[in-house]
Nanobody
Framework: QVQLVESGGGLVQPGGSLRLSCAASGRGTIFSIITMGWYRQAPGKQRELVARITSSGTTNYADSVKGRFTVSRDNANNTVYLQMNSLKPEDTAVYYC????????WGQGTQVTVSS
């Protein structure tokens, strides 16, 4: 079992920045070996991958966020981050943390709203 808790969402103006955090916990969980991902879902749209980071630190990003978002992880604290810069209104969505272990685990989501 893996429990994921996201934080850091909020309202920001276009061009602004936010940093999302996802804290993982769970009995017997070895966070460092788990590929972690950030997904988002906007109203009326399907959930989509935003960024992913493997246990070795390899990252990949959706084309729409390349050069603006950075995913990182702190294995000592079982936490994964998503630094979001140059935010656009189209980045508005609920952002979810995902742990690729077993069938996969999801956090509860955190709302990001980009609006002036």
């Amino acid at each position: 079992q893996v429990q994921l808790v996201e934080s850091g969402g909020g309202l920001v103006q276009p061009g602004g920045s936010l940093r999302l955090s996802c804290a993982a916990s769970g009995r017997g969980t070895i966070f460092s070996i788990i590929t972690m991902g950030w997904y988002r879902q906007a109203p009326g749209k399907q959930r989509e991958l935003v960024a992913r980071i493997t246990s070795s630190g390899t990252t990949n990003y959706a084309d729409s966020v390349k050069g603006r978002f950075t995913v990182s992880r702190d294995n000592a604290n079982n936490t994964v981050y998503l630094q979001m810069n140059s935010l656009k209104p189209e980045d508005t969505a609920v952002y979810y943390c995902h742990a690729a272990r077993g069938l996969g685990y999801w956090g509860q989501g955190t709302q990001v709203t980009v609006s002036s």
